[in-house]
Every structure is written in structure tokens, then in C-alpha cells.
């Protein structure tokens, strides 16, 4: 077999491999076969170990990024404004980290979890700063949040926000009544 033939087929294992359309298992066999065991693969490896890391450190950023702004709602003394800056700034990043086109879905998941938690923080400051008096209002803000939870679960597809929405629906309705 000419070399070129060689190489065209050990990419388009690579890229099987890569892409999941076959096991492991058999893209390591057949690499074996058409490379004769010299191990032409192991840049897919490489390259596979360095995406894992750089999702192990977009998660870990995603994570410090969520506890920062915990941190700045729950025990800050920030004005309401900068509180609320910076909530939002921190969620817009920790969603474009889960819209990234690596991002491994548990990556993806938590960023969008913590997104949203933080955003339920910071309506939930809000409420505490204008209407701490009215409990009505409070309900109604974390019922609208968590029926936007239910609709963009059902719509996406995302079985967590939908679960979690319909649950703090039943639990708003329970403290209501």
C-alpha cells in the first residue's frame, strides 16, 4: 500500500476514533493494522489528554467564577448595583464557557447550573433590598424563574432545569398554601 493511500486512512481512523462513530477498541485494532504497530496514533492521544485538562481547568475557572459571585451577594457589602454587575458578568462568562464548542458536557452542565443559580441569588438580593417586607413578590420571582427553568428544560431538552423547575413550582405552591 503507497503511503499516501496510508496516511489518507490513518486520519479517517483518527477521525473515527476522535468523533466516537466506532468503539476504541476497534480504531486502536485497525491503526494496528494499517500502521503495522508503529503507534502512528498516539497524536490523537496527546491530543485527547490535553482536551480533558483544559476542560479540568474551564470547569475549575466555571467553579471559582460561581463562588465568586456567592460570595460577593450572600456576605458583601457591595452596593446593590455592583453586586448585580457582577453577577451578571459572571454568569454571561460562565455561559459562554458552556457554549464552547470543547466544553465536555459535564463542564457544559455546571456552568449552566451555576449560571442559573446565580441569577436566583441575585433576584433573590434584589428582592431583599427593595421588598424585603412583601413575600408575595418573592414567590413570584422564583416562581417566574423557576417556570422559565421548566419551559427552557422542556424546550432544550435539559431534563436538570426541567426536574428542578417543576420542583420549585410544587414547593412554592406547598409554602403558598
Known sequence: ???????????????????????????????????SGEGEFEEAEIRKKSEKSSNVFVSGVSLLGGLLAVIALVFGDLALVIQAVISILISA????????????????????????????????????TYYANEVIILY????????????????????????????????LLILYF
Open 1 to 35: 500500500m503507497d503511503k499516501k493511500r496510508r496516511e489518507t486512512i490513518v486520519h479517517e481512523i483518527n477521525y473515527w476514533k476522535q468523533n466516537k462513530l466506532l468503539p476504541d477498541a476497534y480504531c486502536d485494532f485497525l491503526m494496528n493494522l494499517y500502521t
Open 93 to 128: 462568562g460562565v455561559m459562554i464557557v458552556s457554549f464552547r464548542p470543547g466544553a465536555s458536557p459535564i463542564v457544559r452542565i455546571f456552568s449552566r447550573i451555576v449560571s442559573a443559580f446565580v441569577i436566583l441569588l441575585l433576584s433573590v438580593e434584589l428582592w431583599n
Open 140 to 171: 413570584l420571582l422564583i416562581g417566574v424563574q423557576c417556570i422559565l427553568w421548566t419551559v427552557g428544560g422542556l424546550i432544550t431538552k435539559q431534563h436538570y432545569f426541567t426536574v428542578s423547575g417543576a420542583l420549585g413550582i410544587v414547593v
